[in-house]
């Protein structure tokens, strides 16, 4: 009998003791955030896909003993800047089955994907990148998130020249177009609002890092007036490190931009230091904004050393990533991790000799073990809901497949995740960031096991690219048929 067959029987509830499975996850605590299914069930996988979810047992050449585990959909990370084959272990050891860089992206959206194409443990996909794109254009080479360049307001030449490279991104593939608008100060309201306009012709989101605004919600108001114009998607990132200890106030903004139509969206990661490049421009100041005791609190992540007024000029000729001083409470982090605006996202950084913020290593884990577990600022379900079905629900305007991520049920793909609630948790720290989390024992990516009880295997490499179609531009409103990738 053919795999196909196999899956009609199954989908048809014709299910027997005789149908074989590849692999069978048995007798776990199965959720799926979409149906709201909680109940203990047998999940049965055949050809890289969901085909049974049962209460009776199902038979398959190889088995997992889920008694007392969690059975989850994948993790999808829509903010992951590590998209190496390192950093995808590190990915695989926090229930990641799908690692997204959507916030800067990348600049070539054809050779990023076939420089991954078989090489992935998990998922990979990746937006078009506004920053960058801009470089190309203004310098014809791209120096990355530095440079005067990026302080410049382009010329409406220019312009049409950065709408041409978006386009073509977004012909390619391209799952969102990239905004870092607090490393592209010389980015004005029309070049953005051009920006969005080309998003919204192609049914793509815009994911923006925000410009930073300490004193009014300009940075916001800017975000949330481009895509009211334009009819553009847009997703918000790292909520908790842009609002800070305002971020009640910026999801009451968010809520009321959504009530007025505007589809908006954002996400949180659960530390309260962020992480960046330290010759960005948003440290031209540094020498006057910060104390010696705030310099001493920002660590050099390659050697984990903390900085000085002597050393931090020295590391930003160098160029690297650092970790950031606490600039907000934990309180605040709380409130955004819990909120039911706010989808769950790492911002994973690139490792420098095997290192980086720890963000990077245990987001998933932590927000499993401290925020459910430990402090109960959000149930189980809820933060399931928010590490799968909503960051699958944000691109599945622009990519049907989507539609089969972030569930657990049968005809999806089998992207899993199995872990221990009692013992979940993130283990890194900023001084010792490489340390993989406990209690994620298993994870599957299009049905093959990436992590067998808690241990990587090396069979294959089964991540598959995220990628749309290669379209061409339509009228806002048009329903979208072709599929994904």
């Known amino acids: 009998m053919s795999r196909i067959a196999i899956l009609v029987l199954v989908w048809a509830a014709t299910l027997s003791a005789q149908v074989s499975f590849d692999l069978v996850i048995r007798g776990g605590r199965v959720i799926d955030p979409e149906s709201g299914l909680d109940l203990i069930r047998d999940v049965g996988i055949v050809a890289g896909r969901v085909a049974a979810i049962s209460e009776g047992p199902l038979e ?161 108001e800017e975000v949330i007036s481009a895509a009211r114009e334009t009819g553009a998607q847009a997703h918000v990132v790292h909520l908790n490190s842009s609002a800070r200890d305002r971020v009640l106030d910026y999801l009451a903004l968010i809520e009321r931009a959504r009530a007025s139509g505007v589809d908006l969206t954002t996400e949180a990661y659960p530390y309260n230091r962020g992480s960046t490049l330290i010759q960005s421009h948003l440290f031209n100041d540094w020498e006057e904004k910060y104390s010696d005791e705030q310099l001493a609190q920002f660590i050099w992540v390659q050697t984990g050393e903390t900085l000085t007024r002597e050393t931090f000029p020295q590391r930003r000729r160098m160029g690297g990533t650092i970790i950031m001083p606490p600039l907000y409470k934990e309180e605040s982090v709380r409130h955004a991790i819990a909120s039911p605006l706010v989808i769950i996202a790492s911002d994973g950084m690139w490792l420098s000799d095997g290192r980086a913020h720890p963000r990077s290593f245990g987001t998933f884990s932590r927000v499993l073990g401290r925020y459910v577990r430990e402090e109960k600022a959000l149930t189980l379900a809820d933060a399931i809901r928010k590490m799968t079905l909503m960051p699958a629900q944000r691109l599945e305007k622009r990519v049907p497949a989507m539609r089969n991520k972030g569930r657990l049920r049968p005809g999806a793909d089998a992207d899993i995740v199995v872990f221990d609630p009692l013992t979940v948790i993130d283990r890194g720290t900023y001084a010792d960031p490489a340390r993989g989390p406990e209690g994620i024992r298993y994870v599957i990516v299009n049905g093959r096991l990436v992590l067998d009880d808690g241990r990587l295997t090396d069979r294959d490499r089964p991540g598959r690219a995220v990628r749309a179609q290669r379209i061409y531009p339509f009228a806002p409103g048009t329903t979208w048929n072709t599929p994904g990738q």
């Open 60 to 220: 398959a050449a190889r088995s997992i003993d889920a008694a007392g585990l969690v059975v989850a959909p994948g993790f999808i990370d829509l903010h992951q800047h590590g998209q190496s084959l390192a950093n995808y272990e590190a990915q695989v050891r926090d229930g990641i089955t799908t690692a997204l860089e959507l916030e800067i992206g990348v600049e070539d959206i054809d050779a990023w994907y076939q420089d991954r194409q078989g090489k992935a443990l998990v998922n990979f996909g990746a937006s078009i990148s506004h920053p960058y794109s801009r470089q190309l254009t203004v310098l014809g080479r791209n120096p990355g998130l530095s440079g005067e360049s990026l302080a410049v307001a382009l010329t409406e030449q220019q312009i049409g020249q950065l709408q041409r490279r978006v386009k073509r991104g977004l012909e390619q593939g391209a799952l969102a177009v990239g905004f870092g608008l607090a490393y592209t100060p010389g980015a004005t309201r029309e070049e953005i609002v051009e920006m969005f306009r080309i998003a919204a012709r192609y049914g793509a989101s815009c994911h923006v890092h925000m410009r930073t605004d300490l004193e009014t919600f300009a940075n916001l």
